[in-house]
């Protein structure tokens, strides 16, 4: 028969124990709750690549993606949005676009600023101004509106850019979220 020898631990040694297992745990936990985190981030901002179909569309087309359409009626590069007391300068460029957006589904769907992206030709990106909605839009609001089916929603976006960005494209999202899955191009005739 073999001989055992038992360690005995304190009261010190077993809280040591504990807390090692603890921080252990935790340390795993926070590791897959960060991981979990990033990727539902992913998701919901449609940055897990959407699909395109390749072509590049420009101003005046009339662009798929989904359930929605876009059309940009007119692109201008400006120094200063607004007017009268309202309105706001920039030492850099606002790149604002009137558009047109359609919901060619069955159920109304949110024109959110996630749907839009501007990008330059050195693969720089552009969310647009979710406060200059109010100085490009001033009867109503564009943002966080909801377009229906068969009634198109037109509006203005703005982006502010560096004064040398070129090679302007807008990127146009099928939806928010897991309804982003698709995206199209469309080709700024801006310098």
Do not use: H
Request: with cysteine; hydrophobic share 40%.
């Amino acid at each position: 028969m073999t001989k055992r020898n038992k360690i005995k631990l304190g009261k010190q040694g077993w809280a040591l124990v504990m807390y090692t297992l603890l921080a252990v745990f935790l340390a795993g936990c926070t590791q897959t709750a960060t991981e979990t985190a990033k990727q539902e981030t992913a998701v919901m901002t449609g940055e897990d690549q959407a699909q395109t179909s390749g072509k590049l569309y420009k101003l005046g087309d009339t662009v798929v993606a989904g359930e929605l359409s876009y059309q940009i009626n007119k692109a201008e590069s400006e120094q200063k949005i607004g007017d009268g007391g309202i309105a706001v300068e920039t030492d850099q460029q606002f790149i604002v676009l009137q558009l047109t957006v359609a919901n060619n589904g069955p159920e109304a769907q949110l024109i959110d600023p996630s749907l839009f992206k501007l990008k330059d030709g050195q693969g720089n990106e552009f969310d647009p101004m979710v406060d200059g909605d109010m100085y490009v839009n001033q009867s109503e609001p564009f943002f966080l509106q909801d377009v229906y089916p068969g009634t198109p929603r037109a509006g203005n976006i703005v982006f502010e850019v560096p004064v040398d960005a070129e090679q302007l494209q807008l990127v146009v999202q099928s939806g928010i979220g897991f309804e982003g899955d698709q995206a199209e191009t469309i080709t700024l005739p801006l310098p």
